[in-house]
């Protein structure tokens, strides 16, 4: 009854405008958000979520609900690293969701670091905190949505997507940067009303982020100093270490590939490259209207998406890294096997 009251009233807390085409209107806002006590028995996420390198399918209808809670977990990066990490759902980066120009997002987050909890102790540094979430597809009042929500509490709020493009979200919970670190990052793709031009052969998700990590007896714990210092552990794509040299992502020769490419951060930028190609499309930000053409490399600044396609020649192994060669050979190095 709660979800049903505050889609009907929408429309009421919003101001339209028209964006840069002239043509669709802008939703501005949205109803406060609700923050209860009522925890969701259902631990799972719940929308058009996937996992990177997923991509999600968009789902139909005006209106989606979108569900993912907090966790206080231990994550593993690589074979030997594990470190205590708080997330989005069940993975570093959180999962992608994907919407289109003009539904509007009802989603809902649990704070469930509490419950975590019991599998972990204090002295790994897990305890039970506040978190929110922010998302920058999104055009509302932060102050309201993006507040901090106690352990135990549920946050419920509407967002309405207008424009086309890839986006970040993350925890604005302060520190932030203390938040980020801990692994509190994710994508949001937001596809035109008409999709997304051209139809590539395969897409995947690509996130790329840093891990500032000092050791504790046999785990790793995030390093506030480090962060600050720019001076980062690993860097990844999609959370792993060098994942995608051992486990190649699978295309053919001749094939489009289309990628998703989100620079997280929450500190450095990328000139994310692909050895062995031309990335011939480049929409920087996700947007069609943003288009380059014949790139060698595409760089992007912290919390700086882009949709790149390219061909892939012929068979081979094309690898993809960060080509700030110190980033690749801290982890954010991966390969397209192409048979």
Not at 258 to 276: C, E, K, S, W
Request: charged content about 20%.
């Amino acid at each position: 009854m709660k979800y049903l009251l505050i889609a009907a009233i929408t429309g009421l807390f919003c101001s339209c405008q028209t964006n840069d085409n002239g043509k669709e209107k802008l939703i501005l806002g949205s109803p406060k958000a609700v923050v209860t006590d009522q925890i969701n028995k259902d631990t799972s996420i719940r929308g058009p979520l996937a996992y990177a390198p997923e991509v999600p399918k968009t789902a139909d209808g005006d209106t989606i609900d979108v569900k993912m809670d907090v966790h206080h977990r231990m994550f593993k990066i690589s074979k030997d690293v594990s470190f205590t990490s708080w997330m989005f759902g069940n993975a570093v980066p959180g999962p992608v969701l994907k919407v289109r120009v003009g539904q509007t997002v009802r989603f809902s987050m649990t704070d469930r670091s509490n419950d975590t909890m019991r599998n972990v102790g204090m002295d790994m540094n897990m305890a039970p905190m506040q978190h929110s979430i922010d998302f920058h597809a999104a055009m509302v009042n932060p102050e309201d949505k993006y507040r901090s929500i106690q352990p135990g509490e549920t946050i419920t709020f509407t967002w309405t997507a207008n424009y086309p493009g890839v986006f970040m979200y993350h925890c604005g919970t302060p520190m932030v940067l203390m938040h980020m670190i801990y692994g509190m990052i994710g994508m949001v793709i937001v596809e035109p009303k008409e999709g997304f031009p051209g139809k590539p052969d395969r897409e995947f998700a690509i996130v790329q982020n840093e891990y500032y990590l000092s050791k504790k007896g046999d785990y790793y714990v995030p390093d506030t100093a480090k962060a600050r210092l720019k001076q980062p552990s690993f860097v990844t794509f999609n959370g792993k270490v060098a994942q995608y040299v051992v486990h190649p992502l699978k295309v053919k020769a001749g094939e489009r590939i289309r990628l998703y490419i989100m620079n997280d951060g929450p500190n450095n930028a990328t000139n994310f490259h692909v050895i062995g190609t031309i990335l011939d499309k480049v929409w920087l930000d996700g947007n069609p209207k943003n288009q380059l053409v014949g790139m060698q490399s595409v760089f992007l600044g912290p919390a700086s998406g882009a949709i790149v396609e390219f061909v892939v020649p012929e068979k081979g192994t094309y690898t993809f890294v960060d080509h700030s060669f110190a980033d690749a050979d801290m982890g954010a190095m991966g390969s397209f096997q192409a048979d």
